[in-house]
């Protein structure tokens, strides 16, 4: 997203959105998000690769199947404030899951909702992680998916804005 408006825009939907603190999110004047299903390898990679790394605020959601051992662990992270350190348990497979309220149900709906938005508005093909990168310059650096090696790139462009 090379206007700083429109990427201003986004960041502050994603703001309003239901996330989970990173290791580094805490008072950050800028924030990476990530969309991620906590039962994701790739999830996973990105949180082990960033999450020390750049100050991250993350979008848990259920879009691999079955949809409700998802919901289960999302909930479990929703349902408080101070989740964050509870992610490595989560990414780990160790997070139990609670029934989701109907309240945290609502909150995953719209955080859904928002990623679909997103992925139709960018022409994407759907998957996690999805991540939004804010850029030094006002401008947003997105990324479907992750790959070896692109931990690095991803965090020399929150830093430097270099892609």
């Not at 969309?35 to 949180?47: E, L, T, V």
């Not at 899951?97 to 022409?123: Q, V």
Request: aromatic share 10%.
């Amino acid at each position: 997203m090379q206007n700083p408006a429109t990427a201003k825009q986004v960041l502050d939907l994603f703001e309003r959105l239901s996330w989970v603190p990173g290791s580094r999110a805490q008072g950050a004047a800028r924030t990476a998000y990530i969309f991620f299903d906590p039962r994701c390898p790739y999830c996973h990679q990105a949180f082990d690769e960033l999450d020390q790394q750049i100050p991250i605020k993350w979008l848990p959601m259920a879009v691999l199947e079955p949809a409700a051992g998802g919901e289960r662990i999302v909930a479990e992270l929703l349902k408080d404030e101070n989740s964050g350190p509870r992610l490595p348990e989560a990414f780990a497979g160790r997070l139990p899951g609670i029934t989701p309220s109907p309240e945290i149900r609502a909150k995953l709906l719209e955080t859904i909702s928002a990623f679909k938005t997103m992925y139709e508005t960018l022409g994407l093909q759907a998957g996690v992680p999805l991540m939004f990168v804010p850029r030094p310059d006002g401008t947003i650096y997105f990324q479907s998916g992750i790959e070896r090696g692109d931990g690095p790139k991803i965090i020399a462009t929150f830093r430097e804005g270099k892609p």
